[in-house]
């Protein structure tokens, strides 16, 4: 029978990533603390699965580089190499051709004609550096090392005339459930003999968190041939070797405090009482769904009340039916949302790679702190904030934080720090990015503005700290004289600035100079559904989204003045720009005397937008203009009414 490759492409490029990005944050852990056994024991597991993936998959040249990458993970392991900076960046380099390639599978449907022969050729040099000295420690093996509970355990077996061996046991490379051969062995094993140690942990051999191979150290009557002869007989093994065990006289400096007897319990079989938790994700939290399905069950219930309801029913029960119906659809709605959302984790677990890529590409000493992960936003929002974080933070390492050598010199720590930060605020979230470095010299944006005749020397005067730093966000400017790769203060920030508002967020910056500076993005928490205001324009009906209502005034005609061709309104001892919104939509203007304002904000601007009337606040269903409506000024979206009218959902950011 053939099989469909195609209908598992999904799934395979979805768990390629999670294990890409998974070996990404260990590596970043294991060149730090190289010594951790446990790393890279995980490291040797994900390259194991990718290689199990891409062979099913028929994508070679993606099993290639993995089969490789396992081997020098493996030499590792087993102390044949040592690890250092050069085979870690080999590995990171490994990784990012995996995610290439991955990427183009997600695009194409099939694997790309990249073969990595250079990077297979890097991973086979780390292994053939050493072969001399590996055929010389394979004549000297050193004995294992063993804690203090085997130690006793040994000399206790001795004594009453049993025999203690230590067991290494590989699986076939076919073998398909290897949690239930585990099983199988150790029911054998104990037959004839007592278990009093397991390398991996009982607990991940039932997991099936191992490769094909693990060991026992057991204690015995039976002879070692006898041991071999009895696991042989059992189906699906490659490979028995049973030794002798050595207690080596510094055995003693490597004790750890471990296992007592009772950790050693036979492994069950995946389809006894544990469940395989390696590459079994679920996307949605189950008790979210549950609620899901309790309130669906809920409308069911209210819809037969209601069809029950005859002619002759009452008021006083329609409108208790109708409080129920509204009750539930509001927790719908609450349940729909959270259903919607991820952590913002997702975003932020690119960074500490791109920050290490960085600061070695620019010879700076960089700490990343970041706080907040679990901050949960709708996933349609984590699609578009990835890239401008990226520019900031690319922008705070190399033109806000100073070299080294230079910090030191101020009375700075040589390293400098990057501060990612997310939290809830309201109906938004704000993330914020921060660095400890030389903060914006508002003179030199002054001067760099005048040079690119942005502004005029005169205008330049009359602008305040804030308005200078603004600057910044105008298409093209930089602070930098040369341009780079990543170049000044300023470059690409239209490009974060226009992509955060097409979300309907916000950016400010907050800078000290000297001391650093913070970059400020709020993002509302959803785009689908939003608490909006519908006002009246004319006949027609707008909507204003709420998180950008700061308040609601009347004012007289009277009080409006008019500045350099600009209508304004002293209002709360400041002056308040005027919008009249009847202008901008082509609208007939009223004659009333006493007018409506509604005062918006955005970031720490205001300004007051004049409606001919206020309907109330309404939670509405944000919908798409569509591709041909897609560029209008002013707009956002639209919404269907409950009288199936639609009303157009104003953008207030590109009001200002």
Known sequence: MDLDINQYLNIFVEESKEHLQDMNDILLSLEKDTENEKLLNEIFRISHTLKGMAGTMGFNNMANLTHDMEDVLQAIRSDEISINTNIVDILFKCLDALEISVDYVSENEEEDDNEHLELIEELKKILNKDEELKDEEKKYKKPKKYDQYIANAVKEAREKGLNPYDISIKLNDDCMLKSARAFIIFNTVENFSEIIYSNPSVEDIEDEKFELEFSLVIITKYE??????????????????????????????????????????????????????????????????????????????????????????????????????????????????????????????????????????????????????????????IDEIGDPLIHLIR??????IEHPDERTEIGKDRAGTVKLKAYPDGNNVVVEVEDDGGG???????????????????????????????????????????????????????????????????????????????????????????????????????????????????????????????????????????????????????????????????????????????????????????????????????????NGKISLILDVNTLF
Do not use: W
Request: with cysteine; glycine share 6%; net charge neutral.
């Open 224 to 381: 070692k041939n006898k041991v071999k002869e009895e696991i042989l007989n059992i189906s699906e093994i490659d490979e028995v070797n049973v030794e002798d065990i050595e207690i080596s006289k510094d055995n003693k400096k490597n004790i750890k405090k471990k296992k007592d007897k009772k950790n050693v319990k036979k492994p069950t079989t995946n389809n006894g009482k544990k469940a395989n938790r390696v590459g079994k994700t679920v996307r949605v939290d189950i008790d979210r769904l549950d609620t899901l399905m309790n309130l669906v069950s809920e409308l069911i219930i209210i819809k037969t009340r209601m069809e029950d309801m005859s002619g002759t029913t009452s008021k006083e029960d329609m409108n208790e039916a109708i409080e129920y119906l509204e009750r539930i659809t509001t927790n719908l709605h609450d349940a729909v949302m959270k259903v919607r959302m991820v952590p913002i984790e997702r975003v932020f677990n690119r960074f500490p790679r791109m920050v290490r890529d960085l600061s070695k590409e620019l010879n700076k000493e960089i700490n990343l702190e970041m706080s907040g992960e679990e901050t949960e936003v709708d996933r349609t929002v």
């Open 395 to 400: 922008n705070s390492i190399d033109h806000g």
């Open 440 to 642: 914006i010299d508002e003179e030199i944006i002054k001067k760099k503005a005048i040079e690119k005749e942005l502004i005029t020397e005169a205008e330049a005067e009359k602008l305040n700290k804030n308005e200078l730093i603004q600057l910044l966000f105008k298409a093209g400017f930089s602070t930098s004289d040369t341009v780079s790769d990543v170049s000044g203060r300023g470059v690409g920030l239209d490009v974060v600035k226009s992509k955060i508002e097409a979300i309907n967020g916000s950016i400010e910056i907050e800078t000290n100079k000297g001391k650093g500076t913070c970059f400020i993005i709020r993002i509302p928490l959803t785009l689908a559904i939003i608490q909006a205001l519908l006002v009246k324009l004319g006949k027609e009906i707008y909507a204003i989204p709420l998180s950008s209502i700061s308040e609601i005034t009347s004012i007289d005609r009277e009080k409006i003045r008019k500045i350099q061709d600009e209508e304004i309104i002293l209002y709360r001892d400041k002056t308040l720009p005027i919008v009249r919104l009847n202008r901008l939509m082509g609208i007939k203007e009223s004659e009333m005397d006493e007018l409506t304002v509604v005062v918006v904000k955005k970031g720490d601007r205001q300004a007051g937008l004049i409606v001919n009337d206020l309907i109330g606040q309404q939670e509405i269903v944000i919908k798409p203009l569509g591709r041909f409506l897609s560029n209008i000024k002013y707009l956002a979206g639209a919404t269907i009414l409950g």
